[in-house]
């Protein structure tokens, strides 16, 4: 099973054995993507149906600042009505809470291994500036490269600051500007230079590099982790 609907908990027969092999056969794939070093997007995934079902249990209706913003408000409010519906069917609920019971330490044990591989791949990136940073850092260019080298690829990226129900958050968007290969004299400093003389409309861009010393899936592992690693260095900053 390559994906755990959103609403999977009450869609179809609600019925523990049947619920139990949905559950097992997701979390199946989910290894099988671990075991690769494959992190998304079942990393994403599984915190959204922990939150759903720790929501669930423990106040028998949806929590909405705890969703990722992965999910729509007209998903939210239709989980939510679903939800308010069965909890006055006190067998459907009994049921319900039995797979409730059943799958939440099997999702937070594959949590828990994908967070290892997570803070491993972490541990093995590094951020530093590439010539002079400018006071202004929220836009600017991101690159990202892995051993040995051999090319880099180039984002530009600008970071948003919103409020949260409790502090400000911060997310980080980016686009793509190109591939390019290194070559012998061809600097990082000099890769900034010649986009400067390109897009002229950031004539002092902030520019970055994330260095990872070993080499991971690139799309599914090394770049949302170096994205939500860059985020927390550009607020600390």
Not at 96 to 103: G, K, M, P, S
Not at 104 to 121: C, N, T
Not at 184 to 195: A, M, Q, S
Request: aromatic residues 12%; negative net charge.
């Amino acid at each position: 099973m390559e994906k755990l609907s959103k609403d999977w908990l009450t869609q179809g027969m609600i019925d523990f054995e049947y619920k139990k092999y949905v559950l097992l056969a997701y979390l199946q794939t989910v290894q099988k993507s671990f075991d690769k070093v494959e992190l998304y997007p079942f990393m994403a995934d599984l915190v959204f149906h922990y939150r759903n079902l720790v929501a669930v249990k423990e106040n028998k209706a949806l929590i909405r600042e705890s969703f990722p913003k992965e999910i729509s408000l007209e998903e939210f409010k239709k989980l939510e009505l679903t939800y308010r519906q069965l909890v006055e069917d006190d067998v459907v609920m009994s049921e319900l809470e039995a797979i409730i019971d059943f799958a939440l330490p099997r999702i937070k044990d594959s949590l828990q291994e994908g967070s290892v591989i997570y803070e491993h791949v972490e541990s093995q990136c590094e951020i530093s500036p590439i010539g002079v940073t400018p006071l202004y850092a929220s836009e600017g260019y991101l690159f990202v490269t892995v051993p040995p080298e051999k090319e880099t690829n180039i984002y530009r990226y600008q970071v948003s600051i919103f409020e949260g129900s409790q502090e400000q958050l911060r997310s980080l968007n980016t686009e793509f500007v190109e591939r390019v290969e290194k070559r012998p004299l061809y600097t990082y400093e000099r890769l900034k230079l010649d986009l400067i003389k390109r897009f002229t409309d950031m004539p002092n861009p902030a520019t970055y590099l994330i260095l990872s010393k070993m080499k991971f899936p690139f799309s599914e592992t090394l770049m949302p982790v170096a994205k939500r690693l860059f985020v927390k260095h550009i607020s600390k900053a």
